[in-house]
């Protein structure tokens, strides 16, 4: 890929071209502080688009194009989820390259003019860029930072968003034509089930060692929407086709953490207890996490 700055002036070809894509649900002054960070970046993208997820009441549309034209507001008719607002934000998409930014997290001004870098140099292949990112609670409070790890392996996809991708991926819009559409059915761990597929597809996740995101931290994750989405991941033919026994035990042992976490959300601990146990029968270790996910954690 050959990359010039969006500020050089040089020929629409030589570019490549970002779409930044924000899925929003009530969060309408969150939106804007993110939008505005995506449009304060050093190496400018196309456009932005907001996908309002039936906000109630709805995002105003030229309140956001009043911050710049290259802000678009789409609007699901119903409440939809996180999944369906990021698909429907890259069917809209022009650019070349697809930016997630989450509507309540923020991006340093060098972010994906750094991210674009390492893409350009990553040969061929399926290749996503991820970053660093420090934790912001609700109440402002800024709380460790993360640096992931590269990763290359297909087991490496299906234990947990450990890179964080709401927020921190950069990847080229031709993939998802490639590997398919986030699946709309899925309400948590949409990333999960599309980015194990990337895996399987022999996608490479590099990553920028620097702190280059803040993302505040989300809500808990409830068994209402948990549950339903292990067992329609679980139940794709494409993990038992493509996975051997220890990567169907590794995908397996994650789910049921992500079910233990969602049982102890909701306050039933001994459920809770029982899908954590069950997780380290499956795959032994010493921690939550399957293997040691971050370079540094500040």
Known sequence: MSIVPAATGCKREALLFISVVVPSFNRPKSTLRAVRSALSQTFAPIEVIVVDDASDPPLDPQRFHALDSRVAVHRLAQNSGAAAARQRGIDCARGELIAFLDSDDLWE???LARQVRVLS???SGPVAVS???RER?????VRRARVPVDAVRPVDFISGCW???GSTVILP???FAEIGPFDARLRRLEDLDWFARFGLADGRLLVVPQVLAEIEIGRRARCADVDPAVETILGKPIWREALDGSGQRALRAWLDVERGRAFLNDGRWIRAGLYLARSFARVPRMRIQLRDWWDAVL
Do not use: I, T
Not at 137 to 141: Q, R
């Open 109 to 111: 001004p060098e972010k």
């Open 121 to 123: 140099d990553a040969g």
């Open 173 to 175: 819009r031709a993939l």
């Open 137 to 141: 609670a609700p109440d402002g409070e």
């Open 163 to 165: 890179f964080c991708p």
């Open 131 to 133: 970053c660093g990112w």
